[in-house]
């Protein structure tokens, strides 16, 4: 653990803030030999670079990264029945989760197929109706559809008794997943998941689009060898092309950006940059997005509105504007998409209100379980979300409806959540549930909600002393406003992409005097900072009006405050300067 910053214990936020650790002499050597400034010195060696990995971090390449797809067990029988189904001319199903991540995966699978000259089907869930995962009623759709073999994609390794109702059927299934799995795999012809217990691949953190990348890749070495382009006369795919869909689902599903995850989004957005997939060039307009998308985008633009339909509108949308070729029915669906991305963020906020009021008496020491009546289930995973990311705390949202409780977990780093759910799963107190270290879904019975709230907890909260867990502010260095340049920024921009496993530096900077501050757009507020000896510097807190630290920033009674946040390149009328995005502050002592 790092030292204490500017000797922080409890910010406004709440948070310890914390020196992110880093090998002094390694950071200078690496400065030294790439002929890069002492601060990115430092930001490698603490994200635990060394000499050898400094060009493959700042300039990742698929060639070097992307591994063997034979090394992940199960996708040999899997490909080989792919095959069998290729050259029989069978139907092919494709059934994904309603999330980004599922619908990425969907739509890559698809337009491969397509490339290669076949049309496959695909099945989206609704998330009311139907739930998460293969079920039976879908099953049954498909099979009056004559389908021979179903891909399962970000969901199915937990699906026991619908995929051996599919076996029952005659209805083959292949499963492409990465949620962590059981001791027990389903019946399927192949279990393809870097997180089965029994895998040993180093590439765990992939999530369904890349375990699906590696599929399709695999497939088409398979086809290669046995002649299938050549004797049909069909051109062979150019795998890159699809990059921006791999890179989308990657982001969108707070996967570690690391290793090959950060190989796979680097080129990701280079592909989008070309503007190629008509679907998401119609949601960059009907978000009116003027500039080159980068990660943030992913997670905060595209993301939001691909995964809209199946939080609150139309589950199978995001699937069908990531495949269509027409760019008629692809502003078409962006436009419904961004309408119910609207109705999303409308009925978020109210949820968002009312749990917030429920916090005080539903909060625990280690933990906080918010459940309420009615609640909306598409966006109970934001809600705890937020609320986590507020508190600092693991964070359930559940919402009852009848006798069922649906729930959503978002956890804090150290403690898998995941893991937590799966074990409730298997002592009877859930019906369903699984999902991994940062985030888990589940569903019970109101009976068994008190029992649920007691395991949680306690599981967790021996945990959580048992580790010495508590809430922090992880900080790269502290800074000079006089050193925050547009130069710094254009070298920070060169460790992206930044998300979950590769975080965004964060500055922390000392004794600055708020000059003025307002609130700008809903909820947002703005900033002009001035150092002790006058240097200023423009900052911005979002989403943070009704928090503590917005409070703070705007009745500040002339006291200065420590603060922390991540700086960007603010344009604006073809002028650029740097801007602090504020994450926390903390009173001077």
Partial sequence: MGHKVFGVSQSISRKKWIERPYEPRVALGLAQQFNLPALMGRLLSSRGIDAEGVNSFLNPKLNTL??????????????NRLLDAVEKGQNIAVFGD??????????????????????????????????????????????????NLIITVDCGTAAHESLSYAKQQNIDVLVVDHHVAEADLPEAIAVVNPNRLDENTPHR???????????????????RECGYFQNNNISEPDMMQWLDLVALGTVADVVPLTGINRALV???????????????????????????????????????????????????????LLTTEDQNEAAKLAKILDKYNQDRKQIETEIYDQALKLVD??????????????WHPGVIGIIASRLKERF??????????????????????????????IAARQRGILTAGGGHAMAAGFTMTSEKLEEFKEFIETRISNFVEENDIQPTLTIDSTLSVEAATIELVTYLE??????????????????????????????????????????RLQAISFRSLNTDLGQRLLNHGGLPLNLVGRLRENSWQGRSSVQLLIDDGAEVN
Wanted: include cysteine.
């Fill in 66 to 79: 992307l591994p063997d797809p034979l090394h992940l067990l199960g996708m040999k029988d899997g490909l």
């Fill in 98 to 147: 309603y999330d980004v991540d599922g619908a990425t995966s969907s739509a890559l699978i698809y337009r491969y197929f397509l490339a290669i000259g076949i049309k496959i089907r695909i099945y989206i869930p609704d998330r009311l109706k139907e739930g998460y995962g293969p079920n039976i009623s879908a099953i049954d759709q498909l099979k009056s559809e004559s389908t």
């Fill in 205 to 223: 953190q992939l999530a369904a689009v890349g375990v699906s990348f590696l599929l399709i890749i695999g497939l088409n070495k398979v086809l």
């Fill in 266 to 320: 680097k080129q990701g957005l280079k592909v989008m940059a070309m503007r190629r997939n008509i679907g998401l060039l119609a949601l960059a307009d009907i978000a009116e997005l003027d500039e080159t998308p980068g990660a943030y985008h992913l997670g905060f633009i595209f993301g939001p509105r691909v995964n809209a339909g199946g939080r609150v509108g139309e589950s199978h949308l995001g699937a069908k």
């Fill in 361 to 374: 008496t539903q909060r625990s020491r280690h933990t906080l379980i918010v459940i309420g009546e009615g």
């Fill in 392 to 421: 600092g705390l693991p964070t359930c949202v559940l919402t009852r409806n009848g006798d069922k409780i649906t729930g959503s977990g978002r956890s804090v780093y150290g403690v898998d959540l995941g893991s937590v759910v």
């Fill in 494 to 535: 060169r460790l992206g992409p930044f998300g979950s496993g590769n975080a965004e530096p964060r500055f922390a900077f000392a004794s600055l005097r708020i000059a003025k501050s307002d609130v700008v757009g809903k909820d947002h507020v703005r900033c002009h900072l001035v150092d002790t000896i006058g240097q």
